[in-house]
Structures are given as structure tokens and as C-alpha cells.
């Protein structure tokens, strides 16, 4: 699977660890920066890795900065974009299994890296059930549109 990965300086530690992961498992990993520790703004980076998603050129994005949530709301500030914070792998797999999360989102700060690991895997690992979830995704749709519900 083709993976865009990106981050911020405060989430630039765990993206390269991720990044080894994936690739240790067989996966494509795109690397969408930033590319040093040096400070810089987490809305550029989640919101590149996001593109890459919603554009086709990756299958999924996972997005690391201090805390996971301001570079989860960039990346959902692109249309197409289904990205989901997460700090423990079951809700990795249920915003997979109910929401069709295309990306995720961690936190350096909130997780060690063991555990970041397991809830990549718990993502990556799921598939979307459709069914009465696919009616509920499409309302996410609804509203990227700029329809009320």
C-alpha cells in the first residue's frame, strides 16, 4: 500500500520511526515532510499529506505533530479528507471499520512509539464494512459540499 507520511517538528521523530515501520512491512511510504526537526507549521504538512491522499497518489496518510489534533484539523480541511486522531489501536480500527478514515493522526507527546506502531497496524489492518456506515460517509460528503443536513 502507497502511504503518505508527513509531520511537523513536534512530530517529526515518530514520523521517521513510522516511516521505517511501514516500510518494514512492505509498504510505499511517500514522505510529504518536513524534513528536519527545525520549527515549522504543522497546517502545511497535514494538509500536503492530505492531497496526496484525496488526489490518489497515496492509499492512506498517517500525520504526527505534538499533540496529533492540529495537524488532524489541516488535513481535514481538505475535501476528500477523513482524518481521525488516535491514541489507542481500537478506535484506529473503528474510524476504519464505521468512518472510512482515509488518514490518521498521532501525537508525539501522547504516545511512545511502541504504541504508535500497534495503532498504525490497528488502521492499516481494518477495512471499511460499508453498509449503514457507507450512508453515514456520504453525508460527510453532504456536507464537504456545502449542503445542509
Known amino acids: 500500500m502507497k502511504i503518505a507520511v508527513g509531520a511537523d ?6 514520523k521517521n520511526e513510522l516511516a521505517e ?3 518494514g512491512l512492505g509498504h510505499e511510504v511517500i514522505d510529504a515532510g ?7 507549521d504543522y497546517p502545511i504538512w497535514g494538509s500536503r499529506a492530505a492531497h496526496l491522499v484525496v488526489g490518489g497518489e497515496a492509499e492512506r496518510g498517517v ?7 492540529g495537524i488532524s484539523i489541516a488535513a481535514n480541511k481538505v475535501p476528500g479528507a477523513r482524518c481521525v486522531v488516535c491514541t489507542e489501536p481500537f478506535s484506529a480500527q473503528m474510524a476504519r ?16 512509539v511502541d504504541m504508535a506502531k500497534a495503532i498504525v497496524d490497528a488502521f492499516l489492518g481494518a477495512e471499511f464494512e460499508g453498509g449503514r456506515h457507507a450512508d453515514r460517509v456520504a453525508l460527510f460528503e453532504q456536507i464537504e459540499s456545502g449542503d445542509e443536513l
Open 9 to 14: 517538528h513536534a512530530g517529526f521523530t515518530l
Open 34 to 40: 518536513t524534513l528536519s526537526a527545525e520549527r515549522t
Open 63 to 69: 500525520i504526527v505533530c505534538g499533540s496529533g489534533i
Open 97 to 112: 471499520r464505521h468512518n472510512d478514515a482515509n488518514m490518521l493522526a498521532l501525537g508525539e507527546r501522547f504516545v511512545g
Open 21 to 23: 515501520h511501514l516500510r
